[in-house]
Structures are given as C-alpha cells and as structure tokens.
C-alpha cells in the first residue's frame, strides 16, 4: 500500500473540500486510490528489453506528467515516492545509429532520485551513458531489482561498488555486442566479476554471459538461477539451494544430480541429457518447432528414468509425431494436476481422445487445469468438448474433476462455444481468450 507521508489537507475531508458538479470526479477519488492509481500507470517491466527503447526520465512520459495536471495531482504524485522508484533507461538497441537528438540530463536523474525517498530502487539500465550508470551506482545500497544489459567493460565499472548492495535480491546480467559487432561474453580467460559476491539478500539470479564461472556470485544463497547460452553447468554444483532453474543451451561432460530444483525450465529439450533432478514437481519445456521425434523421447525418457513426481508439465511447439509417443508422455507422468501444451505434429482428436475418461482409461488422473496453446490449432478441435465433458463427470473414488480450461488464441465456432458454455454450468471455469470464427474460415 502507500506509505509515503501526504499532506494533511489531502487526507481529511478530500471529497468535501471540492465543490458539488453532481457527477462523478476522478478528484472525488480518495487519495490512496488515487496513489494506486498513478503507480500502476507506470509502464510495465520490459519483456524485451534488448529490443525496446526505455527512457523513464522522459518529460513527456509518467510520472513526470502526472505532475503536470493540477495542483492536486502534483501534491500526490510528489508525494508517492513509489513512483519514482522504477528506472529504465535503454536509449536505443545495441548497434543502431546515435539519436540525433541529445540524451537525458543527469539533473532529471538526480531529480528522479532526490523524488523517490529512501525507497528501494527497480532498474534497468542498457544502452545509456556512464554518467547516469555513475549516478545509479551512487544509490547501489538502495538496489532491490537490477537488470544490466551491456558490453564488457562497462559492466567491469561495477567493481567500484562491491560490498555495497546490501538490500539486493534479484539480479539480471545480459551481455551484449559492442559497436564493433563483437562479443564480450566472459570467460574464464578474462578477469572474474566480483562485484556481487557479498550480496546478503540476493537470492534470484539470471545470467547471460558465457561461462557463468567468470561471475563471482554468492551461490550457496541463490534459490532462483536462470541462464543462456551458458557453457558450462558446473555452477550448479555450487548453487545447492537452487529451487527454481532456468537454462538454456548449457551443457556438462557427465549428468549433474540437484537435490532442491522443483521447478525447471529448458528450452530445448537436449538440456534434459545431463540434468537429474529428483526432487521435481514442474516442468517447462520449450523447443523448436521441427519434424523430429527427439524431442519428446527426450523428455519421456527424462521423466520416466526420474523418482520425481510431476504435478505441472507445460510444452511449448514440441513435435508428436505419433500416438505411441503421445500416450507414452500421458502414462509417465500420472500425477499431473496442471498441463499447459502447445505441441505439433499429432492431430488435436489424438490427444483429446487419450485425455477423454472411459470405464476403462484414465489417464492423467489428478488432472485439475488444462491450457491449450493455438499457435498450431486452426480451430477447436470437435473432439475436444466431449473430452472436457468425460473429465466433469463424477468419477468417485476422491477422484478430482477438471476445474478449469484455458484455450489460448484458439478459434470457436459459435457451436462448439455454445458446448463450451454449457459445460461451465456444470461448473467449469473458462478462459475467454478465445478467437470468434465461423469453422469453415481459413487460418494461416
């Protein structure tokens, strides 16, 4: 909630100290509304940020023009320091031409700085100029959350503030391209990073940089570690108290054994070679999109020669090639309650007929919450109502019914929608992220 201190005037008696206009005001809103209101008119986190342009000192952008609207409105925003807590600054992409226009003032900074207290700051910060990476580092004892996007050697002016980020606990390091088009991936041929190697809070750690071995980090403390194209996985052994693991494109001469991951995400199905994780309940899988079935014998075969217990699978443009396969992945993993897919090269009324209850098969049992991704399903596949049907049935035997359906960018016909809402009397929660299109329309 808001915490910063409001003028007194602001907080007694608002409504009444503003005249009658017998409509609704925004002005008539209580002022802690309002404060939640101006903070979440801030701009989400980047989902890219390599690729965006972010400029928070920006005039023309909140919370700058928040202030700019009245009188009232400035006191609130002046005095929600939570606004101004949020730093983004990536000017332009790696590589793309200068602006021809002049970049941000270190006096906008030092006033978006002087305007958010003492509170915690969020930052990204990517292609800008070192003076204002200058000013950031001055408040490192107030970074909370902190992504750098940047080359080599920018990233080395950190060493200036080891020791000195006692409140830090998430931190995002992508390395990128110079302007001379080449790498400053660390290696452990180059002198390692220390920077961040007395990090009391740090606890959520994502690294793009190589070989993650040229980062001095306090991994016996870390329980999120998520990595790309890392060389080597040999951190993992150092990183003991890991629950939470992303990696992508890593690779280790022998299987690396993690006691405490129970959440795992791969992109690219290959990773599951020398991974074994025996204290498993989700996994994610992302993989591209191509005729083979390496893929999914990779991921049935982690699963299978596994202890784990899966409760949630997720997979992501990952081909099945055939219903062996496809009954193969179902029968492996017997505990599921949540299954989120996006798959190619089975048809839909395969699957839907593996997951459609019988008198005499059940598989996913426990299965509580169904996603189904549209990127390769033209339309709703008929199969599929009549399957959500069979799995609202009363089954006895404290066996659970499925609760919720999600169909994301999938197209419905105006009948099969009408199946579909009828199966939410019956009790059925369903998400409406649907697409409107007659059955006979041609998607591409």
Known sequence: ????????????????????????????????????????????????????????????????????????WRTVALANQRIWCHIRLHLRPYGSARPSKRGP?????????????????????????????????????????????MPLPRLQLTSQIHGRVPILRHLTIIHCLTATGLTNALSTTSSPIRTFEVAPELREVYLDIGDPRGMVLPW??????????????????????VVDLTVDAGSHPSTIRHERVRRLRVYGAANLEWLDTPALEELYIHAIPHPSSNNIRRTIAFIQQSSFALTALTLRDIWIDNEVNARALLESC?????????????????????????????????????????????????????????????????????????????????????????????????????????????LI
């Open 220 to 241: 016996p403390q870390l329980t999120q570690v998520g990595g790309r194209f890392l060389h080597d996985l040999q951190f993992l052994k150092s990183a003991a108290n």
């Open 105 to 149: 003032s270190p006096l906008a900074l030092i006033l978006f700085l002087e305007r958010s207290g003492s509170h915690p700051l969020y930052i990204h910060f990517g292609n800008s100029t070192t003076q204002l990476f200058h000013l950031l580092m001055s408040q490192s004892h107030r970074w909370r959350e902190v992504s750098l996007y």
């Open 1 to 72: 909630m808001f915490n910063a201190k409001l003028p007194s005037e602001l907080t007694s008696n608002w409504s009444s100290k503003l005249p009658y206009t017998g409509k609704l005001s925004i002005q008539r809103l209580p002022v802690e509304i309002l404060c939640e209101i101006f903070f979440n008119s801030i701009a989400d986190q980047p989902l890219n940020f390599a690729e965006e342009v972010w400029n928070s000192l920006d005039p023309m952008q909140a919370p700058w023009t928040l202030t700019r609207v009245c009188k009232s």
């Open 334 to 442: 017997p505990g599921l309650v949540q299954f989120h897919v996006s798959i190619c090269g089975v048809a839909w009324n395969t699957l839907a007929r593996l997951l459609t209850v019988t008198e005499h098969s059940c598989l996913l049992p426990k299965l509580q919450h169904l996603e189904i991704l549209g990127r390769f399903l033209a339309h709703l596949d008929a199969s599929i109502p009549g399957m959500l049907e069979s799995r609202l049935r009363d089954r006895g035997k404290g066996m659970p019914k499925l609760k919720s359906i999600s169909l994301v960018d999938v197209s419905v016909s105006p009948e099969d929608m009408n199946r579909l809402l009828e199966l939410e009397k019956l009790g059925l929660c369903m998400s409406k992220t649907l697409r409107w299109v007659p059955r006979t329309q041609s």
